[in-house]
Structures are given as C-alpha cells and as structure tokens.
C-alpha cells in the first residue's frame, strides 16, 4: 500500500510541473502580438461584396481575452469590433455561397412557372 501511495504522490508532483511549464494566457499561434493589417476604425461596418462576401481567405480575429488584460483601449477595440463583424457577417456569407450553389429548377404549377429551389 505504501508503494501506492509513493506512486501516487511522485505522478501528482509530475502532473504539477507538467501544468506549470504549459500553462499560457495565449496560445503558441497567437495573433495578439501581431499587429492588424488595417485600423478597425476605417472598416466599413456594412459588409462589401468583394472584400467580405467573396473574400477567399480567412478574415484577420484575433481570440477575445478571458484571462489576463488587453495592452490598451485600443486593442480593446479593435478585437471586439472585428470579432463583433465577423459574427453578423459569417452567417451572411455562408447563406449567400449557400444559395448561389443551389439549383434552381421552372416548374409548371397550377398555370403558373414557379422556380424550386433544389439542394
């Protein structure tokens, strides 16, 4: 039993130094220190065709912060405006590239043409 207990305190002690040398506020990937490729304040807040809906890379986030502080006011800033955007635009983009990918098919119905959407 005492071997148990050994065994148990020396994994506790290497689970400790395992968490101590892990732990990060940001991770190894991080944007933070990056800095942003425009000024968030000459952003449109209305979603452009080429640049928004159509755009063929990822747009520039950086993780809204949880634990520890933002630099100033102005990353402040400029992390929630753009992560703000992104949220109304995504769901936008996404049903726009959703539809113009369907099929449309002219049905004939009751004397009228109808278009049915097809996915």
């Known amino acids: 039993m005492a071997e148990v207990s050994e065994r148990v305190a020396e994994l506790e002690q290497q689970s400790r130094e395992n968490r101590g040398d892990q732990r990060s506020t940001e991770p190894p990937t991080s944007r933070r220190a990056e800095p942003p490729p425009n000024d968030f304040r000459q952003m449109s807040i209305f979603p452009d065709i080429r640049s928004d809906i159509h755009a063929t890379g990822e747009p520039f986030l950086r ?57």
């Open 63 to 119: 993780r809204n912060i949880v634990k520890g502080g933002y630099d100033d006011a102005e990353h402040y800033l400029d992390v929630q405006f753009r992560l703000l955007r992104e949220d109304f635009i995504r769901p936008l983009r996404n049903g726009i590239h959703e539809y113009m990918g369907a099929t449309f098919v002219l049905i004939y119905v009751s004397g009228f043409y109808r278009y049915k959407m097809l996915w």
